[in-house]
């Protein structure tokens, strides 16, 4: 068997300690005689693993007991109208545009009430995150929307938007879980597992519970995109998608081993520093974003030449770093250093980006 160091940006590395363990689970889960996969959503021991993820994710960002989470399934771009539609109580909101979600999230809300942009990065290919701490918020905006993570252009919000007193409502999809938050300081903070917790299809809503409608303001909300009747069914309305909510516990479980959020920005921190470092420094290749505004999650970068880039990325998949070739709108590379990606990988990627320099440079 041959693990390669990939780098891709979601759906993305998981712990190898969490796939072994699945793997071991896979045809008796602990006794049950099954899969996890073929279990009654309704059973004990499927109730058991819903329960003790919710826990332990409480537990990891130390959520209030005033916010609810939730298990949802659709992916992240299911929220960018189910966000209008549950909290557009004026019909307006204020959106901070740093990247292509967060103008897909801006556009589909346009559908649903007035969605006013207040602040964009999009003049320099969103290479930067925009000042947001004097922003013309409308008096009745129902909530300010951000991307905290781009994942596409590598920026990240380092301080949040002054919303005005407005609730905040943020896409984390592609930082989750990789340094410390203070949940309160949020109305909504969620995003799609696949980046960086589990398996793609699940969603995690962190929701303040005054946030939850009883009737969604916007008229004819689908039962299943109201927040109020999964909230009230525990994610459970319907099936929820069990095996992906099961890997994401464990690698709840796994972080919590790893000593924690703050263990994960330290290992976060150390794997980026190194990346970044080498990129300053670099006669070839360079990071593409303004440094105060550097992800330590996805790293793009590039070599001024497309044809050099292209040689680049081949060269590294024939040496097994995958998942290298930059998001298709801004071309380029781009390393996505998630928390299951290892600090040795990082450092092989180094090595081998400065024996590709010494031989093209
Ligand atoms: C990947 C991504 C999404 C889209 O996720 P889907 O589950 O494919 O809908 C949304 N927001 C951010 C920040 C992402 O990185």
Redesign the pocket.
């Known amino acids: 068997m041959k693990r390669v160091y990939n780098f891709s940006?979601?759906p993305a590395v998981l712990p190898e300690e969490v796939l072994r363990e699945a793997a071991e689970e896979m045809l008796d889960y602990r006794g049950t005689g099954m899969s996890v996969m073929e279990m009654s959503h309704r059973s004990a021991a499927f109730q058991q693993i819903i329960d003790e993820a919710e826990a332990d994710l409480r537990d990891l960002m130390n959520i209030p007991d005033n916010y609810k989470v939730l298990f949802l399934q659709?992916?992240?771009?299911?929220?960018?109208a189910a966000i209008p539609m549950n909290m557009m109580k004026n019909g307006k909101a204020a959106y901070i545009v740093t990247?292509?979600?967060?103008k897909?999230?801006y556009q589909e809300a346009q559908i649903y009430g007035e969605a006013v942009k207040v602040a964009s990065s999009e003049d320099k290919t969103f290479s930067y995150i925009p000042d947001c701490s004097d922003l013309d918020i409308p008096e009745d905006a129902d909530y300010v929307y951000i991307?905290?993570?781009?994942?596409?252009y590598g920026t990240k919000f380092k301080t949040l938007p002054n919303t005005k007193g407005k609730p905040l409502v943020a896409?984390?999809?592609?930082?989750f879980l990789s340094e410390p938050v203070d949940v309160s300081k949020y109305g909504v903070i969620w995003?799609?597992?696949?980046?960086n917790i589990g398996p793609?299809?699940v969603?995690i809503m962190i929701i303040r519970e005054d946030l939850i409608p009883e009737t969604p303001p916007v008229a004819n909300t689908p039962t299943m995109l109201k927040w109020k009747t999964q909230a009230d069914n525990g994610s459970m309305y319907n099936t929820p998608p069990c095996y992906g909510i099961y890997i994401c516990g464990k690698v709840f479980k796994w972080i919590k081993k790893m000593g924690g959020l703050e263990a994960m920005k330290a290992h976060n921190e150390k794997k980026a520093a190194i990346l970044y470092k080498f990129l300053d420094e670099s006669k070839l290749f360079k990071g593409t974003v303004r440094a105060e505004d550097r992800s330590l999650m996805?790293v793009p970068f590039i070599t001024g030449d497309a044809d050099m880039d292209a040689k680049f990325v081949k060269e590294a998949k024939a040496a097994g770093f995958e998942n290298l070739k930059g998001h298709r709108s801004v071309g380029g590379m781009r390393a996505s250093i998630y928390n299951a990606m290892p600090i040795e990988g990082v450092e092989a990627l180094v090595a081998f980006m400065k024996k590709f320099e010494e031989e093209n440079a």
């Open positions: 940006a979601g659709g992916g992240a771009s299911q929220q960018f990247g292509q979600w967060a897909k999230a991307c905290e993570n781009n994942t596409i896409d984390v999809s592609s930082c995003g799609g597992v696949q980046k793609a299809g969603v996805n």
